[in-house]
């Protein structure tokens, strides 16, 4: 297991610092290193180095082979603003209280207008736990904080960046840091600018891809037609274009003279918009990219069972601040520097159907081991959420949605899958629970409870199904209840 340590050891220090101290000397503490956390949207865990088949992302890959990979990274939920509140706060979604998206109010608190308080999802679906945010304990810890892209959390007050940086030609991170270092602070950029993976993709009709349909390995929720493979080349291309965003930015930290002292976080805020991904339980929408560079410590990759909720502890490591007690996630800080190799047993997940306050929803909990995922659903029968960019063609430019219907009678698994995602508008019946293997069924098509299994998988999801109920009661999830293996487990 992981173990929490409440300051960066003396050799990364010195590394980060590019400091020499004389053998024996008393030493002044090194100063704190900046931090830039480049989060994309809805990429998952897809690029060159983990193996995307038809894919090429020469930054991120180069980003990873100076850094430490983590082949097995999960976020608490798989939607814009409950998974970054995951991020901030170091909790997971039933405890910190923001479930699903929130309205994104790109401004200080202090400029919110009387309306955009009154609004009903922004005092709704907000962050309720007390705990200092990722942001707020670091701008105490004397930090210049700023923000790209959108905030996208509520409510703004807890997000106190000095700076909300809008467009100026790419040149945002030379700007802030040169501010920051006039001010002699080290900074934090959240970086959330990257969007191409995000629908609506680039339209393959009118314009080229940068990603052949015919070389893409589709997956088997999809059908395997034209207009698939289409769709997800066109996300596989906005995932190159994240790639060369990347390099862009990182570029301008190498410009900046400042990249030896900077920590780099790499990362996706869930999966995309397709079947089995955003807004579900399963992998495609909870397994993320995440890269983590911290200068002096070798590169490496590790299949680690890590959380985006380990981020905050992480970044409070490296930034010489106190470990925050009573935390669920672990700094991966001994990851990188390969003084650990374990990471959690578990990971789990949350998906609630309850929206800007609803008191109605269908919940959904999921577990993960090294190998096998659990899935776990209550009230059945109450309303289950799909953003819209999943379904609808004329904002968004969903292509799959349609197409799965249309071909409903020569594919019929896929509809099946998209049905059960969609129970209230296509018939479908989500199942109270299904487990699959990760390993032989990546792309979880084969439910591993509609058969009996050897005593040794019995056993493995037996023991997924008692940590899932053990977590939600450790959560005080009372909004959810976990239905019961049936009979032979």
């Known amino acids: 297991m992981l173990c929490r340590i409440a300051a960066v050891s003396l050799s990364r220090a010195l590394a980060i610092a590019g400091l020499a101290f004389a053998r024996g000397a008393a030493a002044e503490p090194a100063p704190r290193p900046n931090i830039l956390f480049v989060l994309t949207e809805d990429q998952g865990a897809h690029m060159g180095c983990l193996g995307t088949a038809g894919l090429e992302t020469p930054h991120m890959d180069a980003l990873a082979a100076s850094a430490t990979l983590f082949r097995t990274a999960w976020v608490g939920y798989p939607v814009c603003s409950a998974s970054k509140a995951c991020l901030l706060t170091g909790l997971d979604s039933t405890v910190n209280g923001l479930l699903n998206n929130t309205r994104n109010y790109f401004k200080p608190a202090a400029r919110l207008t009387a309306a955009e308080l009154a609004d009903g999802a922004y005092r709704n679906a907000r962050i309720r736990t007390p705990g200092p945010t990722l942001v707020e304990h670091l701008v105490a810890a004397g930090y210049h904080a700023g923000i790209t892209g959108k905030l996208h959390v509520a409510p703004n007050e807890r997000f106190p960046y000095h700076e909300f940086l809008g467009p100026d030609g790419g040149r945002q991170l030379l700007n802030f840091a040169a501010r920051a270092r006039q001010a002699g602070r080290p900074w934090f950029l959240f970086h959330n600018s990257i969007t191409h993976a995000h629908r609506p993709f680039v339209n393959g009709d009118r314009e080229p891809l940068g990603v052949d349909p015919a070389a893409v390995r589709l997956p088997a929720f999809l059908p395997d037609t034209p207009v698939a493979r289409q769709d997800w080349a066109e996300y596989l291309d906005g995932v190159e274009r994240n ?68 981020l905050l502890p992480t970044l409070l490591d490296v930034a010489q601040i106190d470990p925050v007690a009573g935390l669920p996630g672990r700094s991966l800080v001994p990851l990188v520097e390969g003084r650990e190799t374990a990471g959690h047993d578990y990971l789990f997940a949350t998906v609630s159907g309850r929206a800007f306050g609803a008191k109605r929803g269908m919940e959904e909990r999921t577990v993960r081991d090294a190998r096998y995922q659990l899935i776990a659903r209550s009230h059945l029968d109450e309303p289950r ?94 909004r959810f209840a976990c239905p019961p293996l049936p009979g032979g487990f």
């Open 243 to 310: 790639d060369a965003a990347l390099g862009r930015l990182l570029a301008l930290l190498d410009e900046s003279g400042q990249a030896g002292r900077t920590v780099v976080v790499f990362m996706g805020d869930h999966g995309p918009a397709f079947p089995h991904g955003k807004m579900t339980p399963y992998d495609l929408g909870l397994h993320v990219p995440l890269i983590v560079r911290i200068p002096g410590a070798a590169p490496r990759q590790t299949a680690a069972l890590v959380h985006e909720i380990d």
């Open 385 to 478: 959420i799909l953003n819209d960019d999943s379904v609808q063609w004329k904002t968004w430019r969903c292509r799959i949605h349609d197409e799965i219907v249309r071909q409903r009678d020569t594919h019929p698994e896929p509809f099946r899958i998209l049905a059960e995602h969609l129970p209230h508008t296509l018939g479908g019946t989500p199942p109270a629970l299904e487990c699959y293997d990760l390993e032989a069924d990546p792309d979880e098509m084969h439910d591993l409870l509609r058969s009996p299994q050897p005593p040794e998988v019995a056993a493995r999801i037996t023991a997924l199904h008692t940590a899932l109920a053990a977590w939600a009661e450790a959560n005080s999830d009372e």
